[in-house]
Structure formats: C-alpha cells, structure tokens
C-alpha cells in the first residue's frame, strides 16, 4: 500500500513551457486535491475533485488545469508555466470529507 | 473565506521543554479541526483532529490539542518535547465538505 504517490519529485521548466503533474492514491479514496506551498504562505488549494470525471476550483486555480480521468489518478497540468509558479505542490486524498493524506510533494522551478 | 493564524513562525526549545502552538481562525460556524506535521524532508503527516465531542484531543507522539470554541482557538500542545519533534507544525480548518484552510506554519526546532 503506496497511499499517495506524486510523480515527478522535482522538475525545472523554461517560462512557457508545459508540464503535467501526476497524482496517484492506492487507497479507492473518492477526493482527491491538489496544494501547493509557499514560504511563509502555507498551503492554498488549487484545484480538487470529489469523484472521479468531477473537478472543482480551489482557492487558487489560475494557471492551473486538472483532470481526473480515473479514480486513482489526479493530475495538474501547467500550459505556459511562469516564475510565479516556482513552488511545492502537494497531492492529498481522502475517502470523504474527512482526514486528507498527503503525498511527497513535487518540487517545481520555473526560471 | 477561512482565516488561520499561527502567530509563533519559529520557535526554539531545549529537549523537556514544553510546547505549546497557537492557532486561531476566522469561522464561527462549524468546523473540523486539525493538526499536520512536516518532518524535515517529508510529506505532511496528520497529529490529530477535532470534529466533535470531548474539546480536548489527544494525537501521535504525546501531542494534544484544545478546542475552545469561543476563542477560535485550537491550540496545539505537548508537555516535554523531544529532539526528534523538529519539524513544520501547520493548522489547517475546514469549512465545508471541502475547503482545508491551512495556517502558514510553525517552524519547531528542538535543541538537544
């Protein structure tokens, strides 16, 4: 039992370029979400999904798109990624609206 | 939307000492409560929760916090602490069925 897994750990990107996240949870959890990190910021949410085929916006979800796919699989993508974007993202899931569990995080940087 | 504040950044304690984080948030309506850890390194670990019933609430690792509803408050504490605890300690409410909002955290260094 992996729980969450987040693919890739760290990633460097040009300013416009594109890349997807993936977000995957062994544990038939129905909500899945995406986070991200800042210092001195805490963690904002970004996007969530409540079922598989469903996504919803979360506190900061400019720049940013999902998919959901599978039940198993969240993923976020970045069409023209931007310096502003350089953070920690975070996946969580959970079986309803109770406990999040959290994967490793991924590391991005956008020069 | 919610507000949650941790007003301690970072706070630096020899080992024994006892610890205790504050945190406050803005909702007065019915919230779930929680704590999170981040041990240098690692993802984001669940101490301990409050949805309902005994206001005080007891997590891993000897860490307990209280719910006092007319203060906003659920603070988080520990009676001796140990090297070990070093980590990012966050707050997090949430508001809804889906809403998590997390304070910007609490830097915990333990001195041995």
């Known amino acids: 039992n992996a729980g969450v897994t987040q693919t890739p750990k760290f990633r460097v990107l040009k300013t416009g370029q594109s890349m997807t996240l993936l977000c995957a949870q062994d544990?038939?959890?129905?909500?899945m979400y995406w986070y991200r990190q800042d210092p001195g910021m805490g963690l904002r949410l970004i996007h969530y999904?409540?079922?598989?085929?469903?996504?919803a916006k979360g506190e900061v979800p400019d720049g940013y798109n999902v998919s959901r796919l599978k039940k198993q699989n969240f993923l976020l993508g970045l069409e023209s990624a931007a310096p502003s974007q350089t953070s920690v993202y975070f996946c969580?899931?959970?079986?309803?609206?109770?406990?999040?569990?959290f994967g490793p995080g991924t590391r991005l940087t956008v020069l | 939307a919610q507000s949650v504040s941790q007003h301690n950044h970072h706070v630096i304690l020899s080992e024994a000492a006892s610890l205790e984080l504050g945190c406050n948030y803005s909702y007065g309506g019915t919230v779930n409560l929680f704590w999170y850890v981040q041990y240098p390194g690692q993802h984001l670990q669940l101490l301990l929760k409050y949805f309902s019933g005994d206001p005080l609430v007891k997590g891993i690792k000897g860490f307990e916090a209280e719910f006092i509803k007319s203060k906003f408050s659920f603070n988080l504490r520990k009676p001796s602490v140990q090297w070990s605890d070093t980590a990012e300690y966050f707050c997090a409410v949430k508001e809804g069925a889906n809403n998590l909002f997390f304070g910007t955290g609490t830097r915990l260094t333990v001195i041995p």
């Open positions: 969580a899931s959970s079986r309803d609206t109770d406990t999040q569990y």
């Open positions: 999904s409540v079922g598989e085929g469903t996504t």
């Open positions: 544990m038939n959890h129905e909500y």
